[in-house]
């Protein structure tokens, strides 16, 4: 069980509710994708308020994030820790993921 904030601490929903920590338990979903192979059908749909940005490079730094052959991303500007959507992109296209839609 890994325990983290469920959304970043300036997240509208946590601003409203007295910034009040709430703990979720978690998977770490790198470890769910390298039991698949790359030869293997990936799809990640993405909606995750504001966390897309750490996991995203968390699935990079792990070997995870190349076995996603499709990924439906939902990215909330708001609380991006680097400033840039230019990262991110820059590890999806690295990587050889198709971003869709998420809608």
Not at 47 to 72: C, F, P, Q, R
């Given at each position: 069980?890994?325990?983290?904030?469920?959304l970043h601490s300036n997240h509208k929903?946590?601003?409203?509710?007295?910034?009040?920590?709430?703990?979720?338990?978690?998977?770490?979903?790198?470890?769910?994708?390298?039991?698949?192979?790359?030869k293997d059908f990936v799809i990640l749909?993405?909606?995750?308020?504001?966390?897309?940005?750490?996991?995203?490079?968390?699935?990079?730094?792990n070997n995870a994030l190349d076995l996603?052959?499709?990924?439906?991303?939902?990215?909330?500007?708001?609380?991006?820790?680097?400033?840039?959507?230019?990262?991110?992109?820059?590890?999806?296209?690295?990587?050889?993921?198709?971003?869709?839609?998420?809608?």
């Amino acid at each position: 069980m890994i325990d983290y904030l469920s959304l970043h601490s300036n997240h509208k929903d946590v601003i409203e509710s007295d910034k009040k920590k709430v703990q979720v338990d978690c998977v770490d979903i790198a470890r769910i994708l390298r039991q698949y192979e790359k030869k293997d059908f990936v799809i990640l749909k993405m909606d995750i308020e504001g966390s897309e940005y750490e996991t995203m490079l968390h699935l990079y730094k792990n070997n995870a994030l190349d076995l996603v052959d499709i990924i439906a991303l939902e990215k909330h500007p708001y609380v991006n820790p680097f400033n840039s959507n230019d990262i991110i992109d820059y590890l999806i296209k690295k990587s050889g993921v198709e971003v869709v839609n998420w809608i």
